[in-house]
C-alpha cells in the first residue's frame, strides 16, 4: 500500500543522499517500500548510476519513457546470457542457463516461435473451459467464516494446475513444478528460501531437467501434440538443447507459466481490498473484469525489473552509457510514472487504456504467456464474483525477498459465513 505522503516526507527514502539510492535492495521488496526511492529517482535522476551495489555498478532506468527506449532497442542492449543476462545478479560462471529469454536474435526469434503456438488464440479458445471448470472447482473448496491462506489454496493451486496442462505433467506430481519454479527464482540469500546457495540450485534444476528430459524423449517418438514438451521435441530450434539451455528453457516456461500469474491472483485480492471503491464498483459491473484485470496487473508488477547490458556506447536520458554497462529497467518503477499513467498509485479498473503498462515488457521479449495470464486472471474474477462477493484481507501478505520477481508468499484472508457473503 502507498504510504500517506506525510509519513512518507519522513520516510528513509527521502533522508537517502541520492547517491546512496540503491533499489536493488530485495529488503525494499520485502518490507514494500520501495515507492518513494523510485519517486525520487524518477524525480531527480531518472536514469541515476548506482556505483555501488551488492551487484556491482548499475544503471537504475525509472521512467515509463526511457524503460521503452532501452525494450525497443534490442540491437543495442543485450539480453545475452553471454553478457549477463536479464537479471541485475548475474548468473555464475559455469552455471549460467541460457534460455531465449536470455538471447539475441536470430536464435531467440527461433526458439520463441517454437513454443508461441501454445498460447496462440486459437489454443487459449480450447483451454477456456478446462481452466473454468478447474477453476470452480478450487473455489467451491474454500471454507467460510474461517481464515485460511489464499496464495497456497487459490492462486499456487490454479496456477499450478495450468503448469501441468501446459506441460501435460503427471497430474499428482504436479506441485514439484511449483517447487521448481521457486528453486529458480528464489534468493538464496533468504533464510526462506527452498535451496541456500547456487551449487544447491543447480543441483535441483538439474533434477528438474532430467525429470522432464524423460518425458521430453517420450515426447519425442511420439507424433507432435499441442505441449511444451512436445513442442521442446519436435521443433527444429529446440531440438538437441546443451543440458545448460534446456535447464534453462525449463526455468523460463516454468517460472513465466506460474509464478508471476500466481502473484497477480493474490494481488488482485489485495488491490481490490486496498480500494474498497473500485472492489464495489465490480460487483455492481462486473463487464469490467478485462480491464480491471489489465489495471491489477500493471498495479502488481510482478517482475520488477529487467537487466541488459549495452553493446555499444550510447545515449538515454541525457546520460551516456557505456558499452558493457548493465543497465537495469525498473517496471516497478515505469508503472508508476505519472507522467505516463494518471494517478499511478491508485487502482482504477475503468482506466481508458488498462493495457497500456510495462508489466509485460515490450519489443521483441514482451511476455508470451500474456494472453494466458489475462485469461487465467478473467476466469478467477468471472467465477469468484457470483459466489463470493466479499473476500476480506485478514492481516498483511507475507512478501517475498527478491529483486526480480515481485512476489507473495502468504495472504490470509476470508469469506464470510453465509448469509454474510453479499457486499452492503
Ligand atoms: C501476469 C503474468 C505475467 C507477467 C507479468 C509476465 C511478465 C513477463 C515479462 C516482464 C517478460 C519479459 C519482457 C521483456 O523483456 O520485455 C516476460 C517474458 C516471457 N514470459 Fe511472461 N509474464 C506473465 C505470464 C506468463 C505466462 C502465463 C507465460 C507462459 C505461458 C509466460 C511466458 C513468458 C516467456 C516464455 C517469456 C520470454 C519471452 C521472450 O524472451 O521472447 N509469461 N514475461
Sequence with gaps: MSPPLDDALQSPADRTPLDAVDVSDPQLYQDDTWYRYFARLRG?????????????????????????????????????????????EDQPKDMERPSFIRMDPPKHDDQRKVVSPVVAPANLANMEGVIRER???????????????????????????????????????????????????CNVNSPESPVHSEEERFAELTKMAQALGALLNERAAQPPKFDLLSMLAHGEATQGMPIREF???????????????????????????????????????PSLIPGMVSEVIRYVTPVLHMRRTAKEDTELGGKTIKQGDKVVIWYVSGNRDPEAIEDPDRLIIDRARPRQHLSFGFGIHRCVGNRLAELQLRILWEELLPRYPVIEVMGPAKRLYSNFIHGIRALPVRIPAVGRGKST
Design 44 to 88: 531527480e535522476d531518472p536514469v541515476h548510476y548506482v556505483r555501488d551495489s551488492r551487484y556491482g555498478p548499475y544503471w537504475a532506468v525509472t521512467k515509463y519513457k526511457d524503460i521503452m527506449q532501452v525494450e525497443v532497442n534490442h540491437q543495442v542492449y543485450s539480453s545475452s546470457s553471454e553478457l549477463g543476462g536479464i537479471q541485475i
Design 135 to 185: 477453476t470452480i472447482r478450487v473455489l467451491e473448496g474454500l471454507p467460510r467464516g474461517e481464515t485460511f491462506d489464499w496464495v497456497d489454496r487459490v492462486s499456487v493451486e490454479l496456477t499450478t494446475m495450468m503448469l501441468a496442462t501446459l506441460f501435460d505433467y503427471p497430474w499428482e506430481d504436479r506441485r514439484q513444478l511449483t517447487y521448481w519454479s521457486d528453486v529458480a527464482i
Design 247 to 285: 535447464m534453462g528453457t525449463l526455468a523460463l516456461l516454468i517460472v513465466g507459466g506460474n509464478d508471476t500469474t500466481r502473484n497477480t491472483m493474490s494481488g488482485s485480492i489485495m488491490a481490490l481490498n486496498e480500494f474498497p471503491g473500485e472492489y464495489q464498483k465490480l460487483r455492481d459491473n
